[in-house]
């Protein structure tokens, strides 16, 4: 009997990312708290926490898909009559890019000025409108609601980019770090979807999982081994920074509170790569995962400032989250009213 994801509905789209929203709180939150001091009184500049946080979720990946048992659904070499998993080569180049996705994320939210929200407004917002593209180019139907739900999350970047600016600063004024940051974050998501929609979005649960386990196994092992070489390079002061991330980071009294920083990254990946493994058309699953995330971002920038103390969103952030959340509204209902007539 093919085994599908219809006959396991209790895994379905949004069990995943209900798992995705309570990762990313902590994951978005402690990693805010770490790069301005409010663990132990402890500043970590976001190159040196990059190190640390990966390996981490290095060991939260093998953990996980050991414990699943999902090995086997990777493609396989004998070396020395030990059989090793391996990645194709369509695997291969998603996983790299999933690498710089994990990296660009956790550098967003540690360039000083930059709330967690608008930070999400920006990555959510570029995958969103790039989501009914890749559909147009993979050939996929997009239904009307999720247009409509694009519509919304399109509008909540408009919101944002509606406030006014501070006193001496540009409309436009926009951190270098940051706009190269969100290029190499959307340009990767483009190239991870690409690949998904083509290769892994069906009723095989098999083929799915085969996709996921071989993106994982490149995903941050790359990211760290990048980070490893930089770091031996040294010259300036970011690789610097790196290199103390493999050495004298270990020596703060922040160590656990980073470690716990990479496992929920890692579950972030877990979770928001089998929302965008579902089925649907990635116009669906997309905005399913961003409003998630942008919903954690909330809750985070709440616990932030409740237990921390540190200065709230603007109410146009807020305004362009609460857009991104009306969305899951229109997400919601049509497709359960569909799944329902289906049914009967």
């Known amino acids: 009997m093919t085994d599908t994801l219809e006959k396991k509905?209790?895994?379905?789209?949004?069990?995943?990312?209900?798992?995705?929203?309570?990762?990313?709180?902590?994951?978005?939150?402690?990693?805010?708290?770490?790069?301005?001091?409010?663990?132990?009184?402890?500043?970590?500049?976001?190159?040196?926490l990059l190190p640390p946080t990966v390996a981490a979720s290095?060991?939260?990946?093998?953990?996980?898909?050991?414990?699943?048992?999902?090995?086997?659904f990777a493609a396989h070499s004998t070396v020395m009559g030990i059989?090793?998993?391996?990645?194709?080569?369509?695997?291969?180049?998603s996983g790299l890019c999933t690498g710089l996705i994990v990296v660009t994320t956790t550098m967003a939210y540690t360039i000083q000025g930059v709330s967690i929200v608008f930070?999400?407004?920006?990555?959510?917002?570029?995958?969103?409108?790039?989501?009914?593209?890749?559909?147009?180019?993979?050939?996929?139907?997009?239904?009307?609601?999720?247009?409509?739900?694009?519509?919304?999350s399109m509008g909540a970047l408009v919101v944002a980019f509606a406030e006014p600016p501070k006193p001496g600063i540009s409309r436009w004024?926009?951190?270098?770090?940051?706009?190269?940051?969100?290029?190499?974050?959307?340009?990767?998501?483009?190239?991870?979807?690409?690949?998904?929609?083509?290769l892994a979005k069906s009723d095989d649960v098999?083929?799915?999982?085969?996709?996921?386990?071989?993106?994982?196994?490149?995903?941050?092992?790359?990211?760290?081994?990048?980070?490893?070489i930089f770091a031996y390079i040294g010259g300036n002061e970011s690789f610097q920074l790196l290199r103390d991330g493999f050495t004298a980071f270990w020596s703060r009294p922040v160590v656990l509170p980073?470690?716990?920083?990479?496992?929920?990254?890692?579950?972030?990946?877990?979770?928001?790569?089998?929302?965008?493994?579902?089925?649907?058309?990635t116009a669906f699953a997309v905005p399913v995962n961003r409003s998630s995330s942008i919903l954690a971002g909330v809750f985070a920038s709440l616990a932030l400032h409740t237990i921390f103390e540190v200065r709230l969103p603007s109410a146009y952030q807020f305004a362009g989250a609460a857009m991104i959340i009306?969305?899951?509204v229109f997400l919601t209902i049509p497709s359960m009213m569909e799944k329902r007539r289906a049914k009967a």
């Open 258 to 281: 980073a470690m716990a920083v990479g496992i929920c990254s890692q579950f972030t990946g877990v979770f928001g790569a089998l929302v965008l493994l579902d089925k649907s058309e």
């Open 173 to 198: 004024a926009f951190s270098t770090l940051l706009a190269v940051d969100i290029g190499i974050y959307l340009a990767s998501y483009f190239v991870r979807l690409r690949f998904m929609a083509k």
């Open 206 to 228: 098999s083929a799915t999982k085969k996709y996921f386990v071989e993106e994982q196994i490149v995903a941050t092992p790359s990211v760290l081994l990048l980070l490893a």
């Open 326 to 328: 009306g969305a899951i």
């Open 58 to 72: 290095v060991v939260g990946m093998l953990i996980f898909i050991s414990a699943m048992g999902w090995w086997k």
């Open 119 to 152: 930070a999400m407004l920006l990555m959510r917002g570029g995958v969103l409108i790039m989501s009914p593209v890749v559909d147009a180019i993979t050939g996929r139907r997009v239904r009307w609601f999720s247009w409509l739900g694009l519509a919304l």
């Open 83 to 93: 059989s090793i998993p391996r990645p194709t080569r369509w695997t291969l180049m």
């Open 9 to 48: 509905p209790r895994f379905g789209i949004w069990t995943f990312a209900l798992g995705y929203l309570a990762a990313y709180v902590p994951y978005s939150a402690m990693t805010k708290g770490l790069t301005t001091g409010k663990f132990a009184g402890t500043v970590v500049p976001g190159f040196e």
